[in-house]
């Protein structure tokens, strides 16, 4: 049996691409087989595509702190992202809205290349100071998992998968999901968090025991 994840989660969330990291360490050991599919939640809807300033300003902004603790939270993130092996480069970090990214991941969930596009754009946003808040950024980034690129054009520009956006929000909200990441576990198990691998093997085991 094949036991089905739903993850709710954002580009432009540091907890999000570690949680991703422990939960793939968890699968990794799990007996069984599963199939994740990620879904929309904007941290910060209102961010402009073209965010003026660094990320310590952002993070001063959003959380309303100084800026030197902004700077101290984010250098506690870079350190946490390398237990992981994940490599944060804050200086480079583009801050941008994440709505089109959400759009080219359901473009990509419709051609079997969701997955791979989701880790390609955590790897670009928080890894290599790459824009993933615009059309031909983004675009560029889909033709490299293999998608068309002049099909990932044609849809952002369109908005043909905005309301699959709004979708996936509305259904956060109807589950009760404030903050992400977010795991549901054959459609009855939450597990919230950016928990370690130990706990994500033990809820994958709970939901197939129960499942059986």
């Not at 699959?164 to 009855?188: C, K, S």
């Amino acid at each position: 049996m094949t036991l089905k994840v739903d993850i709710w989660s954002d580009i432009a969330c540091p907890w999000c691409y570690v949680g991703k990291r422990r939960f793939e360490s968890a699968v990794e050991e799990f007996e069984g087989d599963v199939e994740v599919e990620y879904h929309s939640f904007e941290l910060a809807p209102d961010t402009p595509v073209d965010f003026e300033g660094s990320e310590s300003d952002f993070l001063a902004l959003h959380k309303r702190v100084p800026r030197p603790q902004a700077e101290q939270m984010l250098a506690q993130m870079t350190q946490l992202a390398e237990t992981v092996g994940l490599h944060y480069d804050y200086d480079a970090l583009q801050h941008t809205n994440t709505r089109l990214a959400h759009q080219a991941l359901h473009l990509a969930k419709a051609h079997g290349k969701q997955v791979e596009l989701k880790e390609r754009l955590l790897k670009a946003y928080f890894e290599e100071g790459r824009h993933v808040g615009r059309v031909e950024d983004l675009a560029d980034l889909a033709a490299e998992v293999g998608l068309d690129r002049e099909l990932v054009v044609d849809a952002l520009t369109d908005g043909t998968y905005a309301a699959a956006v709004d979708a996936d929000i509305a259904q956060a909200w109807e589950y009760g999901i404030g903050g992400v990441p977010f795991f549901v576990l054959d459609g009855r198990f939450g597990v919230s968090g950016a928990q370690e691998p130990e706990v994500f093997l033990r809820a994958l085991r709970k939901a197939s025991e129960d499942a059986a």
